[in-house]
């Protein structure tokens, strides 16, 4: 997993492939895919970082640095366990 002070660097230095807002039940969670290998945001917590609106993601990804993303909406009202 990345925390946020990573995707706010790595925006910073241009080092990002791409940005993924994946729809998981309950929300949505930032993905960062490098090559193959995929990364979920990290909350403070421990496990994924998840936004229930994708408004407040969007505000969230462009404070970091963030301004250009995929959003990955095929879960959309369904309850399929989230996949990362």
Do not use: K, Y
Not at 44 to 67: E, I, K, N, W, Y
Not at 74 to 80: I, V
């Amino acid at each position: 997993m990345i925390d946020t002070p990573v995707l706010r660097q790595l925006a910073r230095l241009g080092s990002l492939e791409e940005v993924i807002a994946r729809q998981v039940p309950g929300g949505f969670v930032v993905i960062v895919r490098n090559g193959i290998e995929e990364e979920a945001l990290l909350a403070q917590r421990g496990g994924p970082r998840t936004f229930r609106h994708l408004d407040t993601l969007c505000s969230f990804l462009a404070q970091v640095g963030v301004l250009r993303f995929t959003v990955e909406a095929g879960n959309f009202g369904t309850q399929n366990a989230l996949r990362i």
